[in-house]
């Protein structure tokens, strides 16, 4: 109790502290990030094994989840130790590389456990020591997860959208961010958007625009703030995706056909529109002349 009542009284000390427990949950996100759509894919590919050969014995497959088998160096497979896998400074210390072959070190694990760290700082210095900081990290935390699956992979995996969605619900229960009520019809609004603009592209041009996973998504965000933040969210999103991805394509050389993920559009300006959406708004509204 005296720690948390110091924390509470204390900004500098909850922000710090934030800090380094979002350096460790990065490191714990790079996991999630890596191996989670791996076991998405060995579970649909032992389910299409029991339904195409439902007679046959299926052969048992090696452990593979969030724990086992332990981290690895993908060169050499030489098991990492515990001290080589510190968050950010055990990168430092090895200067990027593996510690027993010296094979680089892929400089995204360092940077996600940055990100992690200082969007975590960003929390605790904007709600303070609270529920509402406490809901909002684990928001964060799988946003950050979710933005860099469906960079990877275009997947935007339920067993993290879903649990999040009831999560926003179960918080505002409590009106910790909104009323229970507009973040209900946040959810359903936020669904509906995108499932409309799906279909109505679809029967357009025949083509499918985005996946159902931005519908959940966008519904997700929406149980956390209500139905007013889904305007700033959609704007936001679609104006930084149309930008960053025109930069993207003629960078990578590519064409306009090229598939693009849109859920990290959609969580950076959800989380911006959660944060500060009723100062943007504001803020436009002012220099509007309303």
Known sequence: MQLLDYLASHALAFILLAGLLGLVIGSFLNVVIHRLPKMMENQWLQQSREMLHPDEEQPAQPTYNLILPHSHCPHCNTEIKAWQNLPLLSYLLLRGRCGHCKGSISPRYPLVELMTALLSMVIAWQYGFGWPAAG???????????????????????????????????ANSFAIYTSLHEALWGAVAGYLSLWSVYWLFKLVTGKEGMGYGDFKLLAMLGAWGGWQILPLTILLSSLVGAILGIIILKTRGQDNTTPLPFGPYLAIAGWIALIWGETITGTYLKFAGF
Do not use: E, H, K, R
Not at 137 to 162: E, F, N, R
């Open 136 to 170: 909002m990290l684990v928001l964060t935390w799988g946003l950050i997860s979710l933005s860099m699956i469906d960079a990877d992979t275009q997947l935007l995996p339920d067993v993290l959208v879903l649990p999040l969605l009831w999560l926003g619900l179960i």
